[in-house]
């Protein structure tokens, strides 16, 4: 463990649950879910977070803790002279690619969230208005600027006193507040509509599609394949368990994931509304939907604040693990390598702001900048990382190394190591190789 590393298991943990829990988790699952055969879906996501997910995050903090150091540095370190570290700089390069659109959305949370404040909520088209705000030049450009900045406040002071105090109190906050808002969406009429949409069983939509779709939601959910678990495992003392650690981040993701789904699909289909995904379901379904409830001002302060949280821990994961790589490489001091990142984050987000404004007639093979940095992560390069990750710790580490690592030498029993190894040398992989192959539609 570093110097700096995490005081406790429980700041660990609060830390890693920030980096999985994000906004993919309210935009994009509850649709999913729903539009996928519910129950169906669940359960398939379920047991590939368990045969998919967890050997992959394990590997991760195996990989992370067993070098102690940053994302490119721990695969220098675990395997000298060799190309592996390019695999550590695909994580970096991949925190900072998605970072840079990541936290233009962050903005639009703060700008959702003052409105929420100031209950400037009633503009009753919320599609003119968000299409109206993003396309602005000027306000986006200063939100997303104000977010770098709150995430890179969080890392000034280090892991300990930045990340590890945010975390162990802002994760329990975001909980209970999701579960508020989870009982009182439930409690509005033809509630349980949305239910019903979420966890009722429909057989007939079992497809290969179906299957990818939860292999990719479960890869995308749990922030894998970019460096950050590598990176915060680096801070874990080496008598925790990462076992439990692993286990419990898979629990509370997915109990995130469904909180959020019983807080949108029952209040979407209360107004007779049509559930959709992406910034749509949250900046445009939503706010209409706060327009006819009863205390929808109070609900959407609670709503946009949980939003605004989830963004911002998902950022802090990311930029420390350009941070952390950029201390090692460069030897200059923490705070004069986060204004560089921050810097150059603050002028890629603009681009990415202004391509959906100004600069939206530039297109990068038909997209616009902001898309094609959303596409490149999602679609090449976390996959990418995630497939090199898995060979890495199934082929080329030491098998007895890996033992105890995650034995803590020899104190812990794995009584299913050997199982985790054939599913981290081969079924992860291919897993991966078919939602990269799925993302493409080649079938």
């Not at 968000?130 to 890179?152: E, G, K």
């Not at 994931?257 to 939503?286: D, H, K, M």
């Not at 205390?295 to 963004?311: E, P, Q």
């Not at 990142?341 to 902001?370: D, H, M, Q, R, Y």
Request: with cysteine.
């Amino acid at each position: 463990m570093r110097k700096d590393g995490f005081s406790s298991q429980i700041g660990a943990l609060m830390a890693i649950i920030g980096s999985a829990v994000g906004l993919g988790n309210l935009w994009k699952f509850p649709y999913i879910a729903g539009k996928n055969g519910g129950a169906t879906f669940i359960f398939l996501y379920i047991g590939f977070m368990i045969i998919l997910c967890l050997p992959l995050m394990l590997s991760e903090l195996v990989i992370g803790r067993r070098a102690g150091l940053d994302a490119a540095g721990s695969f220098k370190k675990l395997a000298p002279n060799t190309k592996w570290y390019i695999t550590g700089l695909i994580g970096v390069v991949t925190a900072f690619t998605i970072l840079s659109f990541y936290s233009v959305v962050g903005g639009w949370t703060i700008e959702y969230l003052i409105s929420s404040l100031t209950f400037k909520t009633e503009d009753s088209n919320a599609q003119a208005h968000f299409t109206d705000f993003i396309q602005s030049p000027i306000r986006p450009l200063f939100l997303h600027l104000s977010f770098i900045v709150l995430t890179a406040a969080v890392l000034w002071t280090g892991v300990k006193n930045g990340i590890e105090k945010f975390s162990k109190y802002l994760m329990p906050l975001l909980f209970l507040m999701i579960l508020g808002l989870a009982i009182f969406s439930l409690s509005l009429p033809n509630a349980m509509l949305g239910v019903e949409f979420l966890l009722k069983p429909n057989f007939a939509d079992l497809s290969p599609g179906l299957i990818l779709d939860a292999l990719g939601q479960g890869l995308f959910s749990l922030s894998l394949g970019m460096g950050t678990i590598i990176t915060y495992s680096a801070y874990i003392d080496k008598k925790e368990n990462l076992v439990q650690i692993a286990v419990i981040t898979i629990v509370m993701d997915l109990i995130f994931a469904l909180l959020a789904s019983l807080v949108i699909l029952p209040a979407v289909f209360s107004f007779g509304f049509q559930p959709n995904e992406g910034p749509g379901l949250l900046f445009i379904t939503l706010p209409q939907i706060f327009l006819q409830m009863p205390f929808g001002s109070y609900f959407a302060i609670v709503f946009f604040s949980v939003l605004f949280i989830a963004a911002l821990s998902s950022s802090i994961s990311l930029l420390e693990v350009i941070v952390a790589y950029m201390c090692r490489a460069t030897k200059l001091s923490r705070k004069k390598n986060i204004l560089i990142i921050v810097s150059a984050l603050s002028f890629t987000g603009a681009i990415c702001s202004l391509s959906l404004g100004p600069l939206a007639n530039f297109k990068i093979f038909g997209n616009s900048i902001f898309d094609f940095f959303d596409i490149l992560s999602s679609t090449y390069l976390m996959p990418l990382g995630a497939l090199l990750i898995s060979l890495f710790l199934g082929w080329k580490m030491k098998k007895t190394d890996v033992y105890d690592e995650l034995s803590n030498s020899g104190s812990l029993v794995l009584p299913l190591f050997n199982m985790f190894i054939f599913l981290v040398r081969y079924f992860v992989p291919l897993a991966i190789i078919l939602i990269f192959l799925n993302k493409l539609q080649v079938f």
